[in-house]
C-alpha cells in the first residue's frame, strides 16, 4: 500500500468514528462523602428541562427518605451539559445518561441551600434496584438503623 493510501485509509477510520470524549476521576468513597455533605436523601425525579443557555440540565425532584440534614432547602438537581449534538439530535440528547431524567432515583449529596450536582465526578449517584446496599452502608455511616428491603426491592 503506498503512502497515499496509507493516509487516506488513516483520514477514512479517523472520519468514520466520529468525536469521542474521556474524562477521568475519582469519586470520593462514601465514607468521606457522607461526612462531607449536610444533606443527604434518596430522591425521585419529578421534571427536567434543558436550561435556556443549554449548559446544564435542571430537574425537580420529590424527596423519598431524608438520611442527613434539611433537604427541603433545596430547589434542584443540576447536571451539567454540553451542547455536542443538540443542533441534530435536539432535545433528545439531554435524555442521555448521565443527564438527568424523569423517574430516575438518586443518592442525594448536597450542602448548602444547593444545586444537588449529578455527574460522572459528583458525590451524587443514580440509585439502580440493586444499590440497597449502597443505601444501607451510608444508613449505617451515618448512624441511622438498618432498614429491611424497600417494596419495590430496591431502586
Known amino acids: 500500500m503506498t503512502s497515499r493510501r496509507r493516509l487516506m485509509a488513516l483520514l477514512l477510520m479517523v ?7 474521556a474524562m477521568s476521576c475519582a469519586r470520593q468513597p462514601l465514607p468521606g462523602r457522607v461526612a ?3 444533606h443527604i436523601f434518596v430522591a425521585q425525579v419529578t421534571s427536567a428541562r434543558l436550561v435556556a443557555d ?12 431524608v438520611l442527613k440534614g434539611h433537604p427541603e432547602q433545596l430547589q434542584v438537581i443540576r447536571s451539567s ?10 432535545a433528545l440528547i439531554a435524555m442521555y445518561q448521565p443527564d438527568l431524567a424523569p423517574g430516575m432515583h438518586v443518592l442525594a449529596f448536597a450542602n448548602g441551600k ?4 449529578f455527574g ?8 439502580q434496584r440493586h444499590d440497597e446496599k449502597v443505601l444501607q452502608e451510608t444508613r449505617s455511616l451515618i448512624g441511622l438503623p438498618m432498614q429491611g428491603k424497600s417494596e419495590d426491592g430496591g431502586r
Open 36 to 38: 462531607d455533605h449536610e
Open 81 to 90: 451539559f454540553t451542547d455536542h449534538n443538540y443542533a441534530t439530535q435536539g
Open 114 to 117: 444547593g444545586p444537588v450536582v
Open 54 to 65: 443549554k449548559q446544564a440540565i435542571e430537574a425537580t425532584f420529590e424527596v423519598e427518605e
Open 120 to 127: 460522572a465526578c459528583s458525590a451524587t449517584v443514580r440509585l
Open 15 to 21: 472520519s468514520a468514528t466520529g468525536p469521542v470524549w
